[in-house]
């Protein structure tokens, strides 16, 4: 089985049900991971869940990004 992040991927959207390419989302942004320098989050499977990219992209850490993208 494929993973992602240490976390096995099962192709299921854990929002909508969708399955078929899915994306990993850290519930704990990779950002403030980074800040409060605890790299254990980054794979820890608890701080991950399995989206569908529309799902995804409706987190607030997708939105901060676009955000973030379109000012540079």
């Known amino acids: 089985m494929v993973k992602r992040y240490g976390v096995e991927v099962s192709g299921t959207c854990r929002i909508c049900g969708f399955v078929g390419k899915t994306e990993m989302h850290h519930i704990i942004s990779q950002a403030k991971i980074d800040r ?3 790299p254990d989050l980054r794979k820890n499977p608890g701080n ?17 990004r676009m955000w973030y993208l379109r000012r540079e």
């Open 48 to 64: 991950i869940v399995e989206l569908c990219k529309p799902c995804h992209d409706l987190t607030d850490s997708s939105q901060y």
């Open 36 to 38: 409060i320098e605890r």
